[in-house]
């Protein structure tokens, strides 16, 4: 996971990154874990995607390819 995230951050800690799974459980852990590597800008997408005031219930929007 932390090399991934290395690779997709481009090696820069400072980068803003997102997480969101559907319920903000998973999502959550993951911040946690790349903030507990140095990652500095980390947020969780708080509600996940599908959870009451999540990003559906927000009305923000959602595409499927």
């Known amino acids: 996971f932390l090399d991934q995230l ?3 951050a481009g ?5 803003a990154i997102a997480f969101i799974c559907r319920s903000g459980q998973r999502s959550g852990a993951a ?5 507990a590597a140095g990652y500095t800008n980390v947020y969780n997408v708080t509600g996940g995607m599908s959870m009451a005031g999540g990003w ?3 009305g923000l929007p959602v595409t499927k390819d």
């Open 6 to 8: 290395a690779v997709a």
């Open 11 to 15: 090696g820069r800690k400072e980068t």
């Open 31 to 35: 911040a946690e874990k790349a903030a």
């Open 56 to 58: 559906i219930d927000a």
